[in-house]
């Protein structure tokens, strides 16, 4: 779609032809590099180090957790290929009605939460600016500050994707010094021979709770093919799957090894406060406003996604007033958690494990249909909402989709275990968090036998790959 960076995007949800995209797969490098620029994963790498990890086992817990950026990169070409956003292309594994509510509803539930998250973040870090700046802190800042982010992430947000890439290829330039100044600062302060683990008598347990914290991070990125249906569908793939999945990456390990290795210096129950503690006093006003912007960046991907979720779940209302009401949502969660909430860091973990086990289901159904379909979505089809389409099915729900990801939603939250609550099937299992391998593994064995079973003729397995009448990427 050709338009400058200062015109609001008006194209929703509805499928874009090949002649009006514009977009380009380093678009998305420096797009997800500067999202991925925020508190959150700091405080996420500090929170790990409270299971009791060593230091060589938090770098196995990053490094494995977010190699799947690069399974967010292969979404990232399903809209390339079909010219719709993920909330569309789950028609084809819930069916037109069924979409509705557990396709681009739990895109929107997803949204709302991680929009949640990064406005706290984004919030604090704006509180601590305003205290170098000699602002008073109390209730009246905290608030101004939380509407100053929410105002800027949502109007970015309405501006749309050229206002993104414009503004993720400057702001990429200013995170890179930021990041290696932040890395030259805190190796000086580190001292692996002085550190010593949290204690615990359950290291494995430990381990996989962290690797589950981790992998939600990467996982919130499934709708990645919201950004790349701009990209026309001659594209090569594996340049996309670069893009995203590097540009993803790199922020996301190297902020969670900055905070693990700062761990091992400082105290880091107040991440913000713990980094600005290891580097001079100037670089760390700096630091805190690159990681404030980054948040901002996060927030409006998140929101700008999201809000094509809300028009497919069939709710008549235009992009920009999707992206505004999506933005009010998560600004009054982001008003409990900041005024009200007493433990932001339980809050965390247990919203982050349970966006895990959200969204791992949701993943592995559409890695499984986006195999079977080797990555082909019609995206004209897609948008056909009458019981002509193709992906009807049975009365406009897919049953075998449905029912897979109700089972394997159910399977993740009984497996898991959060600050304030543990699931029986962990609870089992000596309180192992199982939520997003179990969550993902039944949902997509489920979805392959009942797919198999229950969808009618006409889409079984040996048709699926060649539903699509569009060009395909090679």
């Known amino acids: ?27 998305l490098f420096f797009m997800f590099l500067s999202a991925n620029v925020t508190q959150l994963y700091v405080v996420i790498s500090a929170t790990i180090m409270l299971f009791g990890l060593e230091v060589w086992q938090a770098v196995v817990v990053i490094l494995l957790s977010n190699t799947l950026m690069f399974l967010m990169g292969w979404f990232a070409t399903l809209g390339a290929a079909g010219g719709v956003p993920t909330s569309i292309i789950t028609r084809a594994i819930f069916g037109l009605r069924g979409n509705r509510i557990f396709g681009a509803g739990v895109v929107v539930v997803l949204s709302a939460m991680v929009t949640t998250v990064n406005l706290v973040i984004g919030t604090q870090g ?46 990429t330039i200013i995170i890179a010094a930021a990041f290696v100044l932040l890395a030259f600062f805190v190796v000086q302060k580190v001292d692996l021979a002085a550190f010593v683990p949290v204690p615990t008598d359950q290291p494995v347990i430990g381990f996989i709770i962290a690797l589950t914290l981790c992998i939600a991070m990467p996982l919130s990125w499934g709708s990645a093919a919201d950004f790349a249906r701009q990209i026309p569908s001659t594209a090569r793939r594996t ?42 006093d100037w670089f760390g ?79 592995a159904i559409l890695l499984i249909d986006s195999i079977r379909r080797r990555g082909r979505y019609d995206g004209r089809a897609l948008s056909v909402t009458s019981p002509d389409s193709p992906f009807w099915y049975r ?46 593994l039944v949902t997509a ?30």
């Open 126 to 171: 704006g509180l601590v600016i305003a205290e170098r700046l000699g602002i008073a802190q109390g209730p009246a800042t905290t608030a101004v500050v939380c509407g100053l982010i929410v105002l800027t992430s949502v109007g970015l947000a309405i501006y749309g994707y050229n206002m993104m890439v414009r503004t993720s290829g400057v702001l």
């Open 395 to 440: 009365g406009g729900f897919r049953i075998s989709g449905i029912v897979a990801l109700l089972v394997g939603s159910v399977i993740a939250l009984l497996s898991l275990n959060g600050a304030s609550y543990q699931g029986p099937i962990s609870r089992w299992l000596g309180g192992v968090d199982m939520s997003i391998l179990f969550g993902g």
């Open 239 to 280: 340049p996309i799957v670069l893009a995203v999945g590097l540009g993803g990456m790199i922020p996301l390990v190297g902020l969670e090894l900055i905070g693990v290795l700062a761990a091992t210096a400082t105290d880091m129950t107040d991440p913000i406060a713990g980094l600005v503690g290891l580097v001079p």
């Open 285 to 363: 006003t700096v630091l805190v406003v690159v990681i404030v912007i980054g948040s901002i960046m996060n927030t409006v991907m998140t929101i700008y996604g999201g809000s094509f979720g809300i028009q497919a779940a069939g709710v008549p209302v235009n992009r920009v007033t999707a992206v505004i009401a999506l933005g009010l949502t998560a600004a009054a969660a982001t008003v409990y958690v900041l005024f009200l909430a007493d433990d932001f860091l339980g809050i965390l973990q247990l919203g982050l494990t349970c966006l895990g086990s959200i969204a791992a289901p949701l993943t």
């Open 445 to 474: 064995v489920l979805f392959v036998i009942l797919s198999r079973v229950l969808d009618r003729p006409a889409l079984t397995s040996a048709d699926l790959p060649i539903l699509s009448t569009e060009r395909t990427m090679p």
């Open 1 to 27: 779609m050709n338009a400058s960076a200062s015109a609001v995007e008006v194209q929703g949800a509805s499928f874009i032809p090949d002649e009006q995209r514009s977009g380009r797969p380093r678009d």
